[in-house]
């Protein structure tokens, strides 16, 4: 295996199984020992890029790295014994199993499912609860999560630290709380996974635009959330199909070179037939019985009339801009407000488009938005608005810190 395969098979490992190996050893030992257990899986990674760039990679690589992860945090507890750092609490490593009849499943759903709750517990801020998560749960470095949350990678380092802390001295072992506890925490669970989804969709920074791994990630906690039946929400079901309709159109947005296509040059014949009738399906389940509906419910909505478009220019704008309506109105973000600019012009024209744009500008500070510039330029083409046309793509591409969103952009800027 050559160096760029097997970085990008430890990156993909990461991913999958950095959370994992921490919600099993903290499942385990006790979040009295997070620092250790959080030093024990880095060390496990960094032996399997050692160990495996000279001999294959093991048959059960999860097992592999949860037994040697687990090897590792006992040297470091033993190690810290010595100092007076460990409490009383015992460990113990088994014996006589081979890696290959390590069978990980059902600890790993427990282990997980006991994490993310934890993570969320009220004694924290939720400030605290979605860094737990996506660290502990989702191996996010400090820019990425500094990226998803509009922070900076300092502040993120600094809160990360004092989380823990606050982690080992109110939560101390992970379990899922009793039927009323489970059900007040599983709105923010919610909010983690999508906000865990949401970076994989589109990351804001790196070479790729699209992390399939992190979104399967969130999908799969999103399942495993509904095999406990006092998860049972519509909120649940509106967010699997959200996640099922955008993870339908993962081949279709990017080429085989591995560039981006943009949505209206898209081979709808590359939409996963499945997972849109899957979306469908939990669709279909999450009617609210006061009919109102989460932002889950409209953001679904939404990918599921791009799902079902068979050309871009059949797309219902009308109901997608309507979606957007609603959800200004019962949750107004200038986010929000920036993606519905472009149902707008497809319904209302894109000089009418370019109008409304000034007007949501206006009221929100966009200036080191690309996205906002990438918008404009676009509508600016589109209404032969050419004067600043170019000044304003270049704006769009200075801005983008994805390289694929930079690229796709610049191809835009020759043309």
């Not at 760039?53 to 040697?68: C, E, H, M, Q």
């Not at 909505?301 to 979606?323: E, G, P, V």
């Not at 973000?333 to 319904?347: E, G, Q, S």
């Not at 793509?393 to 801005?399: E, G, H, S, V």
């Amino acid at each position: 295996m050559s160096t760029h395969q097997l970085n990008q098979t430890l990156e993909h490992l990461f991913r999958n199984e950095y959370g994992k190996i921490v919600a099993l050893l903290t499942n385990k030992y006790g979040t009295s020992f997070l620092e250790q257990i959080e030093d024990a899986a880095q060390d496990t990674f960094l032996k399997a890029m050692q160990v495996w760039g000279y001999k294959s990679i093991p048959d059960n690589p999860t097992a592999w790295l949860f037994r040697v992860a687990q090897n590792r945090l006992i040297d470091i507890l033993r190690r810290d014994k010595k100092s007076d750092l460990v409490g009383n609490k015992p460990f113990s490593i088994e014996k006589g199993k081979k890696e290959s009849e390590i069978v990980l499943e059902d600890a790993l759903e427990d282990s997980q499912l006991n994490m993310i709750f934890a993570c969320c517990h009220p004694a924290l801020s939720q400030e605290y609860q979605i860094i737990l998560s996506l660290k502990l749960m989702g191996g996010f470095s400090n820019k990425e999560l500094a990226d998803a949350l509009l922070k900076k990678e300092e502040t993120i380092a600094k809160s990360f630290t004092r989380a823990k802390k606050q982690f080992r001295e109110k939560v101390q072992f992970l379990q899922i709380p009793v039927q009323m506890g489970l059900q007040s925490r599983l709105f923010q669970v919610l909010r983690i996974i999508y906000l865990l989804f949401s970076e994989g969709y589109a990351a804001t920074t790196g070479a790729q635009l699209l992390k399939r791994d992190i979104c399967y990630e969130a999908l799969r906690l999103a399942l495993l959330l509904r095999k406990n039946r006092y998860c049972s929400h519509p909120n649940l079901e509106a967010l699997i199909a959200l996640m099922c309709f955008h993870a339908s159109r993962f081949d279709a947005r990017l080429d085989k070179e591995g560039s981006l296509v943009s949505l209206e040059h898209h081979d709808r014949s590359l939409y996963n037939q499945e997972l849109i009738r899957i979306g469908i399906h939990h669709l279909e389940n999450a009617g609210t019985a006061d009919k109102n509906p989460s932002s889950y419910h409209l953001e679904a909505a939404r990918s599921y009339y791009h799902c079902i478009a068979k050309t871009f220019q059949q797309t219902d704008w009308k109901s997608i801009l309507y979606l957007y309506d609603v959800q200004l109105r019962i949750q107004y973000t200038p986010m929000l407000a920036l993606n519905r600019i472009v149902p707008f012009a497809k319904v209302q024209g894109s000089e009418k488009g370019l109008e409304e744009l000034q007007k949501v500008a206006k009221n929100n500070d966009f200036d080191t938005t690309g996205l906002f510039f990438a918008i404009k330029a676009t509508l600016l083409l589109e209404s032969k608005s050419l004067k600043k046309y170019n000044s304003t793509l270049q704006k769009a591409i200075d801005l983008t810190e994805n390289e694929l969103m930079k690229e796709h952009l610049r191809k835009k800027l020759k043309k």
